[in-house]
C-alpha cells in the first residue's frame, strides 16, 4: 500500500491551504499571526510570507482581512472544491476531446494549457491532446485550442482510461488516505489544537488527491473504487477540523 505523503508546511503553504479550504477564502488580520503560533513558525517568518503574497498579488487587504485574490490559485480552489463533491454519475458515453491548434505557444501558454487541463480533470493521451469522460462540465476553452464532444469510435472507454490514468495507485494512495484520515479524525477529537499540525498535513493531502482524482463515471472505475468513502470521511473530519481551528484562531468562522 502507497504511504501518505504528508508534506511539511511552511507560513505560505499553511496561509494557502487554509484559505483553499474556506467557502470565502478570507481571513481576519489577527489569523496569521495566530497560525504562527499554532505552528510554532517565527512570527517575523509568517510577516514576510505575507508581505511577499501581498506583493505578489496571490492576497490582497480586504477591510480587516487578507482575501485570496490570485487567479491561478482562484482556479486551484474551484478544481479542488468540485473535487469534495459526489461524482456525477450519469453519462451517455461521449468524452470531451481538447487539442492544441495553434501553430506555435510560448512556454507560459503550454504551462497554462497544462495546468488548466489537470484542473479540468483531463487525461493527456499526448502532450496536445487531453480527454475524458463528459460526465463533467465542459473544460472552459482556451486560446489557440479546440474542445470537441462526442462519441469515440476504435478503442474501449475502460481501455482508454487505463491509459489516461493509473487507477490502480490511486485506489492504493486513496487506501492510505483513509486510513491517515481516520486517524486524524480521531485525533482532532480527542486532543483538539495540540492536533492541527498533523491533521493540517493530512487535510492538504487529501486535497491535493481529490484535486486530481478524476471523477469518473462508476462503470468506468474499479468495483471496490475507495474514493466515495474518502470524500464522505473527509466532509466529517473537515467539520470538527474547521471547529477546532476556528476555537484556535478565536472564534474566527470556519466551515
Given at each position: 500500500?502507497?504511504?501518505?505523503?504528508?508534506?511539511?508546511?511552511?507560513?505560505r503553504?499553511?496561509?494557502?491551504?487554509v484559505?483553499?479550504?474556506?467557502?470565502t477564502?478570507?481571513l481576519?488580520?489577527?489569523?496569521?499571526?495566530?497560525?504562527?503560533?499554532?505552528?510554532?513558525?517565527a512570527p517575523?517568518?509568517?510577516?514576510?510570507?505575507?508581505?511577499?503574497m501581498?506583493?505578489?498579488?496571490?492576497?490582497?487587504?480586504?477591510g480587516?482581512?487578507?482575501?485570496?485574490?490570485?487567479?491561478?490559485?482562484?482556479?486551484?480552489?474551484?478544481?479542488?472544491?468540485?473535487?469534495?463533491?459526489?461524482?456525477?454519475?450519469?453519462?451517455?458515453g461521449?468524452w470531451?476531446?481538447?487539442?492544441?491548434?495553434?501553430?506555435?505557444r510560448g512556454?507560459?501558454?503550454r504551462?497554462?494549457?497544462?495546468?488548466?487541463?489537470?484542473?479540468?480533470?483531463?487525461?493527456?493521451?499526448?502532450?496536445?491532446?487531453?480527454?475524458?469522460?463528459?460526465?463533467?462540465?465542459a473544460p472552459?476553452?482556451?486560446?489557440?485550442?479546440v474542445?470537441?464532444?462526442?462519441?469515440?469510435?476504435?478503442?474501449?472507454?475502460a481501455?482508454?482510461v487505463?491509459?489516461l490514468?493509473?487507477?490502480r495507485s490511486?485506489?492504493?494512495?486513496?487506501?492510505a488516505?483513509?486510513?491517515?484520515l481516520?486517524t486524524?479524525?480521531?485525533?482532532?477529537?480527542?486532543?483538539g489544537?495540540r492536533?492541527?499540525?498533523r491533521?493540517?498535513m493530512?487535510?492538504?493531502?487529501v486535497?491535493?488527491?481529490?484535486?486530481?482524482?478524476?471523477?469518473?463515471?462508476?462503470?468506468?472505475?474499479?468495483?471496490?473504487?475507495?474514493?466515495?468513502?474518502?470524500?464522505?470521511?473527509y466532509?466529517d473530519?473537515?467539520?470538527?477540523?474547521g471547529?477546532?481551528?476556528?476555537?484556535?484562531?478565536?472564534?474566527?468562522?470556519l466551515?
Open positions: 500500500m502507497d504511504d501518505v505523503e504528508l508534506r511539511p508546511l511552511n507560513a503553504s499553511l496561509v494557502l491551504s484559505l483553499l479550504g474556506l467557502p477564502p478570507r481576519d488580520k489577527s489569523s496569521p499571526g495566530r497560525l504562527a503560533e499554532l505552528f510554532a513558525i517575523g517568518t509568517m510577516r514576510t510570507a505575507i508581505s511577499r501581498l506583493a505578489a498579488g496571490e492576497l490582497a487587504v480586504v480587516d482581512g487578507y482575501e485570496l485574490r490570485a487567479e491561478r490559485l482562484l482556479a486551484r480552489k474551484h478544481a479542488q472544491d468540485i473535487g469534495r463533491r459526489p461524482v456525477a454519475d450519469a453519462w451517455d461521449s470531451w476531446v481538447v487539442t492544441v491548434a495553434a501553430p506555435s512556454l507560459g501558454a504551462r497554462e494549457f497544462r495546468t488548466a487541463m489537470a484542473n479540468a480533470r483531463m487525461g493527456e493521451l499526448r502532450p496536445e491532446t487531453w480527454l475524458r469522460p463528459a460526465n463533467l462540465a472552459a476553452g482556451i486560446d489557440g485550442t474542445v470537441i464532444g462526442g462519441r469515440l469510435s476504435g478503442t474501449e472507454p481501455d482508454l487505463t491509459r490514468w493509473d487507477l490511486m485506489g492504493a494512495q486513496c487506501t488516505l483513509l486510513n491517515e481516520g486524524c479524525l480521531t485525533m482532532l477529537e480527542r486532543r489544537a492536533a492541527l499540525a491533521t493540517t493530512t487535510s492538504a493531502a486535497v491535493r488527491f481529490l484535486r486530481v482524482e478524476p471523477m469518473l463515471p462508476r462503470r468506468l472505475v474499479p468495483p471496490d473504487w475507495p474514493v466515495d468513502a474518502l470524500r464522505d470521511l466532509a473530519f473537515d467539520r470538527v477540523y471547529r477546532v481551528l476556528g476555537e484556535a484562531l478565536g472564534d474566527q468562522p466551515p
